[in-house]
């Protein structure tokens, strides 16, 4: 099943923090939707989304300073240490186990953990095209747009056939604006969201560059169709299915969980020199073999709730203003496993 982190519009707004590989992927930095403001201090993307966002746990190489008596002035202190498989995994994050958070070992280690969303999305270029992309952030950016989905589906200004969720074939772009403040640390970068007043139709010809980047097994394909049919039965905000929702590259395996790392050595083992009763001890020789590390995508720590003003029938919502403290250092470990 792939569908066991999809994340509807209300799953997103009530959520509190707590999910066809190939080696000829592209670099991971080319796929993903880039918002860095390193070389220009402003940038917008325009981005037609596809179907529902995926969650997945990001821990970061930092814990809590310890604070028994509960001193406030070490209250949400943080100290970086290092990976204990840092020698083997040079990612700077790790993906966490979400099916059995109980035996996740980041968790159990106590490092630090935000939840990261990603979803597969088209990017307008400049000479017009669309590439096939995908937008990872934190819940601000996200959260902003599940809120005016969810406004969308409860504005009885708004006619039926108006598009109300941004994931279907028909609906308006999205439109992320990442500005560099000047600021230190998670203030240093502000973003904001908006949404196209016009919608935006998903071509045949896009729906074949989401299948270029992936598209399931038939039966993964039933199984997802039947488990969203299912949920949305009890979701309002859920729109009607699409089998294009999980076409594009497969979230669920690039953010799958990261396991710990452990070096191992081939050993010989000396054989003896004397022997009782003529029996021989062979040498024993156990040969392991550690496979390259995955590298997860970089952390974005991200806690601001972000506030969507309601839309008035035909009009385009002002851009929301959220702040996500990312970090844009990009890996491409996970193509080479």
């Not at 966490?96 to 597969?120: E, R, V």
């Not at 604006?177 to 919608?199: C, I, R």
Request: charged fraction near 30%; charge should be negative.
């Amino acid at each position: 099943m792939i569908s066991r982190n999809r994340v509807s519009a209300s799953q997103m707004l009530a959520s509190s923090p707590v999910r066809t590989t190939s080696n000829s992927f592209p670099k991971f930095s080319e796929i993903l939707v880039n918002l860095s403001v390193k070389e220009q201090k402003k940038v917008v993307r325009k981005l037609k989304l596809v179907g529902d966002p995926y969650s997945f746990t990001e821990y970061i190489d930092k814990k809590y300073v310890p604070n028994p008596n509960n001193d406030p002035a070490l209250r949400g202190k943080t100290v970086r240490v290092p990976f204990p498989d840092a020698d083997l995994n040079k990612s700077f994050n790790r993906i966490g186990n979400d099916d059995d958070p109980a035996n996740c070992p980041w968790a159990k280690l106590g490092y630090i953990s935000t939840t990261q969303y990603a979803q597969n999305c088209f990017e307008k270029q400049d000479d017009g095209t669309w590439v096939v992309k995908i937008l990872k952030k934190g819940k601000s950016i996200f959260k902003a747009i599940a809120k005016e989905q969810v406004d969308r589906y409860n504005n009885e200004d708004l006619d039926e056939d108006d598009p109300k969720h941004f994931g279907t074939r028909t609906s308006p772009c999205v439109r992320i604006t990442a500005e560099a403040t000047g600021l230190e640390g998670p203030k240093s970068v502000e973003y904001s969201v908006s949404f196209d007043p016009k919608s935006t139709h998903i071509t045949d010809e896009m729906i074949e560059l989401l299948r270029k980047a992936g598209e399931p097994e038939a039966q993964d394909l039933a199984e997802e169709r039947t488990s969203y049919n299912k949920a949305s039965k009890n979701d309002p905000y859920m729109p009607e299915w699409e089998d294009f929702y999980t076409y594009g590259y497969p979230l669920h395996k690039i953010f799958k969980p990261s396991a710990l790392k452990v070096e191992t050595e081939t050993v010989q083992a000396e054989p003896k020199k004397q022997f009782d009763d003529e029996e021989i001890e062979p040498a024993i020789e156990a040969a392991y073999v550690v496979k390259k590390p995955k590298v997860a995508p970089p952390v974005d720590e991200d806690d601001d709730e972000p506030v969507v003003a309601k839309p008035t029938k035909k009009a385009a919502p002002a851009p929301v203003a959220v702040e996500d403290d990312d970090d844009d250092e990009e890996s491409i470990g996970w193509m080479n496993e």
